[in-house]
């Protein structure tokens, strides 16, 4: 029984990581810091593999069962629910943020190679935008 509470006890300080790793990612992504925000996803990865081999150990436990019966582990268990719960929906809106992020990027530098003016622009089949020197002025009949 000890061994699987220690198993539930690091799921929570896992979970807990995980969380405090999603608020930083938060705050780079607010602060546009692409380099923190690459660090933070290899962090991410490795907490979430880290969570999913204690998950798949605590299933594997024999004494899994006791795990919704048993006092003092039923309120842990539902501690690491609800942080994964939390990471999930912070995830989410991370992701929606960076979307945000690269849409604006990408409209920023639209706006920079129209600018430029010496190089006309196009779009191709895709909608990503494509310098094009000549215009149309090299058709040949």
Do not use: W
């Not at 880290?50 to 582990?73: A, G, K």
């Not at 920079?112 to 935008?129: N, P, V």
Request: contains cysteine; charged residues 25%; glycine residues 4%.
């Amino acid at each position: 029984m000890a061994a699987l509470q220690g198993l539930i006890e690091f799921q929570l300080k896992s979970a807990q990581e995980l969380h405090d790793v999603l608020e930083q990612e938060k705050l780079a992504i607010t602060n546009r810091a692409s380099k923190d925000i690459e660090l933070i996803a290899k962090q991410k990865v490795t907490l979430i593999d880290q969570l999913q081999v204690t998950d798949d150990r605590i299933r594997r436990h024999p004494d899994v069962e006791s795990l919704t019966s048993n006092p003092e582990l039923s309120p842990l268990v539902e501690q690491v629910r609800q942080l994964i719960t939390e990471c999930q929906q912070a995830n989410e809106i991370n992701g929606q943020a960076l979307q945000r992020a690269q849409l604006s990027f990408n409209k920023l530098n639209n706006l920079m190679k129209q600018s430029q003016g010496k190089l006309g622009m196009t779009y191709t089949a895709e909608g990503q935008t494509k310098n094009v020197t000549t215009l149309g002025t090299n058709i040949k009949a």
